[in-house]
């Protein structure tokens, strides 16, 4: 086996590790269903949406907060118990740690994104082409796992709450200029060109294409933008920590 | 026989403070060594080091003959750590920490569960396997460090201060096991604060200060390096006045407890001569009296303040 294939193995057993001690708790998991779906209710409540209208917002939103909701206080945690430390003294590479971080968002973000997109199932909304929105799925719960483990990297905290209120910092300007609550070709040139800052911006717009047949981008540029804020998110927090790795030790 | 640690000139620094200050020593395979040093001399530093937590400034260092900079996951493949402050999963089980490093270390699956079970039962810990390492004591939690460093059957231990706050009992039950698996081969770092410790255990000692290497010896040669600091203690059966010995060129200080005087010599055989003549001379009889030898506790305050008054 290659030392590539052996650090993704214990990127593996990192994701294992991280979802037994983080992931799996009740407190967690009714944050990922309940906040986005709470955040739904708030805007169409009083409004006239329909629930075609409001489902792919609610899957994009789902996504979005349960893949990022522990990715940023994983290795500040971490940082302070001195299990980092404990990784690190193993054959692990930095890089194996980060990526296994990205894994445990990733499982964790997209078992839960499953619900919602069921329930639209359930009601008979039929997206046009099933398997694309499940690749979209998996591809934008990817990046927005990188997302929350680029948000841990700086600065070099060892306090989980300073990691988790600059990430909030973060995600919240997010949802509210990615077209979750109006739509791209519903925002003036300015609130169009912030948008496409926005990884969620291009899965809001895949999912909203999917299910009503009306998107701002091309679908193709959709997969695109997101698959390039992947790899540029996974390339930078991967930079990011092991240039502050000396910092957080010391 | 090769050396499992070897050190060239390793230097690390922080900011203006220099932690480690051009280093150099060798471990030889099959050896216990100590490393002492007190707060903030450069151990952890050193020990953070040659595990590949940090990366040094200046110089070079091997481990069971990989460089740790170059080669750092085949370094690493070879060591077990047991660090100053337990680092285990409070939140996962005993088991479950000793399995999850067992596979970072990518050991086949059969030989990692033979392996977590023998040294659970041999530490003792079989019975709380599956219990939360949060219930745990400090004993318990440091036997389960111990455990997690020995799960890849290394070639190389490091150990930094592992027995610092147990009870008796548990450091007693460590330190036997460091000499047991020493006896099986195991090279041992050993950072300590202990004296006891480390002349208990160690075959050669580095007493660290300001990040320099004060010394490097057996505990037996450390100690003969300082003669000076040999005494004789004796007890009259009456009261005595120091100053009657004071004076006297082969005796280099006196120190007074009561009827119990200790004197310091590079000459010990002259002195007893003295004693046992001004005994005489004054009607009084000796107690009792004892040559005692420099403890490594006075070799080594000796090295760290001797140091200290020369970089003053």
């Known amino acids: 086996m290659s030392g590539l294939a052996r650090q993704f193995k ?234 502050t790795l000396a910092k957080r030790l010391s | 026989m090769g050396y499992a640690i070897a050190v060239q000139e390793l230097t690390k620094r922080y900011g203006d403070v220099t932690a480690v200050d051009h280093i150099s020593f060798e471990v030889k395979e099959g050896e216990v060594f100590g490393f002492l040093g007190p707060n903030g001399a450069g151990k952890t530093t050193t020990i953070r080091i040659l595990t590949g937590l940090i990366k040094p400034d200046e110089g070079r260092a091997f481990v069971a003959g990989y460089d740790v900079f170059k080669n750092p996951v085949e370094a690493k493949q070879r060591i077990g750590v047991v660090p100053e402050i337990s680092n285990a999963y409070v939140d996962l089980t005993a088991w479950e920490n000793l399995i999850l490093i067992g596979k970072l270390y990518d050991m086949p699956s059969q030989r990692l569960k033979e392996n977590a079970i023998n040294l659970l039962r041999e530490f003792g810990l079989y019975g709380v396997k599956d219990k939360l390492v949060r219930t745990f004591s400090k004993g318990m939690k440091q036997k389960l460090l111990l455990c997690m460093a020995l799960v890849n059957d290394p070639e190389v231990l490091f150990l930094d201060e592992p027995t610092s706050g147990l009870d008796v009992e548990s450091a007693r039950f460590l330190r036997e096991k460091i000499v047991q698996y020493n006896k099986d081969g195991k090279t041992i770092f050993l950072s300590t604060h202990n004296m006891e410790e480390a002349n208990q255990l160690c075959h050669r000692i580095a007493i660290i200060n300001h990040g320099r290497i004060a010394a490097i010896d057996t505990p037996e040669n450390l100690r003969a390096q300082s003669m000076e600091l040999q005494y004789i203690e004796v007890v009259f059966n009456g009261i005595v006045d120091a100053r009657e010995f004071s004076e006297n060129p082969s005796i280099t200080k006196v120190v007074s407890v009561g009827n119990k005087m200790c004197i310091y010599t590079a000459d010990p055989c002259a002195v007893i001569e003295l004693l046992v003549e001004y005994a005489k001379r004054n009607n009084l009889r000796i107690l009792s009296l004892n040559t005692m030898m420099p403890s490594l506790e006075d070799v080594f305050l000796k090295l760290v303040r001797g140091k200290e008054v020369a970089t003053q």
Request: proline fraction near 7%.
């Open chain 1, 10 to 243: 214990r990127s593996l057993v990192i994701a294992e590790k991280n979802i037994k001690i983080y992931y799996l708790k009740g407190p967690v998991i009714l944050f990922g269903l309940v906040f986005p779906l709470f955040l739904a209710l708030a805007y169409i409540i009083g409004r006239n949406i329909s629930l075609k209208e409001f489902l792919p917002g609610l899957i994009g939103m789902t996504a979005f907060f349960t893949a990022t909701s522990v990715g940023p206080s994983i290795v500040p945690w971490e940082t302070r118990s001195k299990t980092l430390e404990r990784l690190l003294c193993c054959p692990v590479a930095m890089s194996a740690i980060i990526v296994g971080d990205m894994f445990s968002s990733f499982i964790f973000g997209s078992i839960i994104s499953i619900i919602p997109l069921a329930l639209t199932l359930f009601l008979g909304i039929q997206p046009l082409n099933f398997m694309m929105l499940l690749l979209g799925l998996i591809i934008a719960n990817l990046c927005f796992a990188a997302l929350s483990v680029l948000l841990s990297a700086y600065p070099p905290t060892d306090v989980p709450a300073t990691s988790m209120m600059l990430s909030s910092l973060v995600k919240f300007p997010l949802v509210f200029i990615s077209g979750v609550f109006v739509p791209v070709e519903q925002l003036p040139p300015w609130g169009v060109t912030i948008a496409s800052i926005s990884p969620l911006t291009y899965f809001t717009d895949m999912v909203r294409q999917l299910f009503l047949n009306r998107g701002f981008y091309p679908l193709v540029l959709d997969f695109i933008a997101l698959v390039a804020f992947t790899t540029a998110f996974t390339f930078a927090a991967i930079k990011l920590h092991e240039k």
